[in-house]
């Protein structure tokens, strides 16, 4: 084979496939290669005609040889079909059962000297074991006496925090998948699932069981604490292997269950509607009027639902009496005020709401129309919730303001935490200003501050409010690392946020942005993948950045302004897709050419930003509407080269024409494909001048013995110089607008028809010499034929 450059062949491994731990048939890409065979696995090889390949397969831990065999050589019977339906010319090689670990097996193309011509390499994991990790839990204890240790957990709605189902610890040889979780009824029956998220800088994988804000998460029961549930839940990994968790039992409460407002106090009332009382208690009615404030309401509910008797039922008031299986709840309250029904491991979670209308006579309840908080660094504000930031601290509160509806009494605006009055607000006014004092240092913590407006008597008062006062300048995110794959330009970056959740879900990773420390220009906001405990997982995506250079590092951020900043690395973003050329003897290829060759073509690919290649070719269409991948050479110059399929001539250049097609993708993983159509002869093709015979349906001799038409060729030679011998397969085919079919040693083609014929060409390869004559009688004309030989021993 004549060329002015050096081939450098490659095959790979196209793809495994084996019986996997499962009893299931699996193929597997090459791209992502971890594997669980049963025992035995295949590797499908992809080369070209005339090739052989050996395979060895090393351990990485301690780089020992566990495995080596070479193919026999690459033939036209050699085509196999992928698990996709791409079809190449290969080989498939067994490879016997290897421990679990991490190994390489290294493809070696040899010539037929068995000179090694090209390697290459294929990383493989083998992992037939699912993942291992701790069993269930929950990272911190949530309070409102849930129970999270042991074999039976009781757990609640909380308040404001969201609690989350944990599995730490997650390990695998080949690479986590994913993780996900169960609710199993008492029945066995599943109630739901979850896909778990995971958090890789961790290690671990979480499921909200709350919302946050005293509210389940969708997929959690509906239950009052009267069942017991299942978590069962399920590790993959990338190989496809399975580990089950110990399931972990647990009741849940989100429901209040039965209550009911049943009575009003009235000591006036000569009857009664509670049991073992003569008098006193009448009847609640929505919208009733009453003559008392406070008011006294009398609840009744099923003695299961009451707290001194189960953890998961109702408390709030005191107990009045109980009768039949029920207790009646005493509940005293200023009219227009709230009532807190604090449901089993939650705060509140009942409906505090009731509906009476006072009397004409009865004094009204203070009601609160506004507020004002005065913080020496911040100036004035009325919000229920501060956080305070590095830049507010040191500062201290000065005063607290209040503005209420008129009374016809005094009304004291007092600060219950602190336990003294602010200041008095006389009647028929409604405002005052009084102190308020309290001091903030650096560091972090979080206080509550309750104010009211009560009479001097405090019976009648207000609804509370609130003044949290939230502050963290020590507790900062750190950025612990990334991963960062050039292949598809994208990062994930691990972060840990101290104190993660701390003061009611208030402390929280804000963000992490990219920036370029260049021009200090923010260029992209990651987006949150992951959470677990104190940690995220953020991803960029660079490919959403023009075109250019950057010197780039990352900058976590957490809700009350602290940053943390980690370099990350200089890198060329490269939007455009690689350039495809394709050269036939050394120029330009001109679609719906002829080509005598594949080995004539060559293929150039370029990309002024990054490094790229070739990834694909394929061969379509033809006489037989033929679809085969090719193997191909890198040569010496970079342009690569397809190999030899079995493919048939192009009996008919303006129809049965080849189109290849070209696939290339760079390192910044732009792809780019060109193809090119063109008539088709293949290399070994021998094409005769005009014979002439006479219209006899056989061989006809001279005088001298000689066939009158016959098929000579001189001395036929292999790739590599040598003689072919012995008895080679050809193909004949006849054109489908020939007049009559041709016979050659036997066999009679037809117009339109390939056949092969075996020709011996002895032991010391001889000239070709083959009689050729009509098929049938007194058809005179022509007909055109051509002889290949696809493939030389």
Not at 304 to 311: D, E, L, T
Not at 547 to 576: H, M
Request: overall charge negative.
């Amino acid at each position: 084979m004549a060329s002015g450059v050096l081939p450098v062949a490659h095959s790979r491994v196209y793809e495994y496939t084996f019986t996997d731990i499962h009893g299931g048939q699996k193929s597997v890409a090459e791209s992502a290669p971890y594997l669980n065979p049963q025992g035995n696995f295949n590797a499908l090889l992809i080369g070209g005609l005339d090739q052989q390949i050996r395979i060895s397969v090393s351990r990485d831990i301690d780089n020992s040889s566990v495995y080596s065999t070479t193919t026999g050589i690459i033939t036209v019977d050699d085509r196999i079909s992928s698990s996709s339906g791409n079809s190449f010319y290969g080989k498939s090689v067994t490879i016997p059962p290897l421990s679990d670990g991490r190994y390489t097996i290294k493809s070696e193309i040899l010539d037929s000297k068995s000179t090694v011509v090209s390697t290459t390499t294929h990383p493989v994991v083998i992992d037939t074991v699912g993942p291992t990790s701790d069993n269930f839990s929950v990272p911190w204890i949530p309070g409102y006496d849930m129970v999270v240790t042991g074999s039976r957990w009781e757990l609640g709605q909380g308040q404001e925090a969201v609690i989350y189902l944990a599995v730490k610890n997650i390990n695998d040889l080949s690479g986590f998948d994913k993780a996900t979780v169960q609710i199993i009824k008492p029945d066995g029956i599943v109630q739901s699932n979850y896909t778990m998220s995971y958090d890789e800088g961790s290690k671990g994988a979480t499921a909200p069981i709350t919302k946050g804000g005293m509210k389940k998460a969708d997929w959690m029961p509906v239950s009052d604490a009267d069942t017991d549930f299942k978590f069962r839940g399920f590790l993959y990994d990338k190989a496809g292997n399975v580990s089950q968790l110990p399931d972990q039992t647990f009741v849940f409460d989100s429901s209040p269950g039965e209550y009911e407002i049943f009575a009003v106090e009235d000591q006036t009332s000569p009857t009664s509607v509670v049991p073992g009382f003569s008098s006193g208690y009448v009847k609640y009615t929505a919208g009733m009027t009453v003559n008392d404030n406070p008011v006294t309401l009398i609840y009744k509910l099923p003695r299961s639902n009451y707290r001194p008797y189960n953890k998961a039922g109702l408390s709030f008031g005191n107990l009045l009496t109980e009768s039949n299986g029920y207790v009646y709840i005493k509940q005293r309250v200023a009219v227009g005020t709230k009532i807190v029904i604090s449901n089993g491991y939650q705060y509140s979670g009942g409906d505090g709401s009731y509906n009476v209308k006072l009397g004409a006579d009865v004094p009204k309840s203070p009601v609160i129309k506004s507020r004002s908080i005065q913080f020496s660094t911040i100036g004035y504000f009325s919000d229920g919730s501060v956080k305070y930031t590095d830049k507010d601290l040191p500062g201290e509160y000065l005063t607290a303001s209040i503005e209420v509806e008129p009374r016809n009494f005094v009304q004291s605006f007092n600060n219950l935490t602190q336990g003294y009055k602010v200041c008095s607000i006389p009647v028929g006014e409604t405002k005052c200003t009084g102190p308020f004092s309290y001091k903030i240092n650096k560091g972090n913590g979080y206080i509550a501050h309750y104010f009211s407006v009560s009479n001097a008597e405090k019976t009648l008062s207000s609804d509370q409010f609130e003044i949290r006062s939230i502050w963290n300048t020590d507790l900062i995110p750190k950025i612990t690392g990334f991963d960062y794959r050039e292949s598809t330009k994208s990062i994930l970056v691990y972060v840990t946020q101290p104190g993660n959740g701390n003061w009611r879900e208030v402390l929280r990773l804000a963000g992490v942005e990219l920036f370029d420390t260049i021009t200090g220009t923010s260029l992209l906001n990651g987006s949150k993948v992951a959470m677990s405990g104190d940690d995220y997982t953020y991803a960029f995506d660079l490919s959403k950045l023009p075109e250019g250079k950057y010197d780039l590092a990352f900058r976590a951020e957490d809700t009350f302004n602290n940053t943390s900043q980690l370099p990350f690395q200089s890198i060329v973003v490269d939007k455009t897709p690689p350039s495809l050329s394709i050269s036939y003897d050394g120029a330009p290829l001109i679609s719906e050419s002829t080509v005598y060759g594949l080995e004539n073509i060559s293929v150039s690919v370029t990309d002024s930003l990054s490094e790229s290649k070739i990834y694909q070719m394929v061969l379509q269409g033809g006489p037989t509407s033929d679809d085969v991948e090719l193997g191909f050479t890198k040569n010496t110059d970079g342009t690569y080269t397809p190999l030899y399929p079995r493919l048939f001539p192009s009996l008919d250049e303006t129809t049965d024409k080849y189109t290849l097609l070209v696939k290339a993708i760079d390192d910044a993983g732009n792809m780019s494909s060109k193809s090119i159509r063109f008539a088709y002869y293949p290399k070994n093709l021998i094409v005769l001048d005009k014979l002439n015979t006479l219209a006899v349906s056989k061989a006809i001799k001279l005088s001298s013995g000689e066939p009158l038409a016959v098929l000579k060729a001189s001395q036929l030679r292999r790739n590599d110089g040598s003689l072919a011998k012995g008895v080679q397969t050809a193909l004949i085919t006849v054109r489908g607008d020939s007049a009559f079919p041709i016979s050659v040693i036997g066999n009679v083609v037809a117009p339109g028809e390939t056949k092969e014929i075996q020709i011996d060409l002895g032991s010391v390869g001889n000239d070709v010499v083959i009689p050729i004559f009509p098929g049938i009688n007194g058809v005179v004309g022509s007909s055109g034929f051509i002889v290949e030989f696809p493939q030389l021993k």
